[in-house]
């Protein structure tokens, strides 16, 4: 990969009271890049990426993301990023086009641009005719969907997916990698978490997370060759077995 690192940690660490919920970890995010970092529940990953994003301080370490540091820069972070978090981030009382409106605003958006990446998005989605309709009563699928176009909304460089197909059923799992998979095809940079493990195929390369932990780190095919594994379940069985989780 070309270019600086968007993303660059170096011992970064969280804990809670006594919980070490991420120990030390290290790497390193390049430009148009799919990163993944895969593990069960409860490995680190989402409270990670909310270090990385800015949303909370981490307890020691180093992080760099997009030019800013996570100590002194997390506003900036905020800015710079999209993000979709684990838990359904759009307001479910809201319309469809009141959730644009209301995300366009908080990027910065001007009217003439929000009106014209709307109309884009919603042609997309097929959801032109539902614009008006409360969020709350689409489809789980269909609310992910959104929330991916909306957190893209300002054409950021760099974007956080925290479990982002979670309850979504196997077609609809699909079609969203392929959506994730366009937008990292025209230059940008995806860091996404997930426990699914066919869905770390997908990325350039990804972390084995166990018990906060980077267990191993490298592309799907690097990882399966070192390890002499048929596929990603079997590397983080492997990986969990030996770390006696």
Known sequence: MKGNPVIRANDLTRRF???VAVD????????????????????????AMRMLS?????????????????????EAIKRSIG??????????????MENIRFYGGIYGLNAHLLSQRADEMLTQLDL???????????????????AFAVAILHRPR????????????PIVRREFW?????????????????????????CSRLSVMVNGRIAAIGS?????????????????????ASTGT
Do not use: C
């Not at 030390?24 to 409270?47: M, Y």
């Not at 800015?54 to 997390?74: E, K, M, N």
């Not at 025209?186 to 699914?196: E, I, K, L, P, S």
């Not at 799907?220 to 969990?240: I, K, Q, S, T, Y």
């Open 17 to 19: 009271g006594n919980f």
């Open 24 to 47: 030390r970890i290290s790497f390193e995010v390049h430009p148009g890049e799919l990163f993944g970092f895969l593990g069960a529940n409860g490995a680190g990953k989402t409270t």
């Open 54 to 74: 800015g949303l909370i301080r981490p307890t020691s370490g180093t992080a760099i993301v997009l030019g800013y540091d996570v100590y002194r820069q997390s």
């Open 83 to 96: 993000y979709m978090s684990q838990r359904f981030s759009l307001y479910e009382d809201l319309t469809i």
């Open 128 to 146: 032109k005719h539902q614009r008006d309709q409360l969020v709350r009563s689409l489809p789980t699928g269909w609310r992910q969907k959104l």
């Open 158 to 169: 760099l974007v956080f997916l925290d479990e982002p197909t979670g309850g979504v059923d």
């Open 178 to 202: 392929e959506w994730i998979l366009d937008y990292v095809a025209q230059g940008n940079t995806v860091f996404a978490t997930t426990h699914y493990m066919d869905e770390a195929e997908y």
């Open 220 to 240: 799907p095919l690097e990882l399966r060759g070192h390890f002499g594994v048929h596929d990603m379940e079997e590397l983080f069985l492997n990986l969990a």
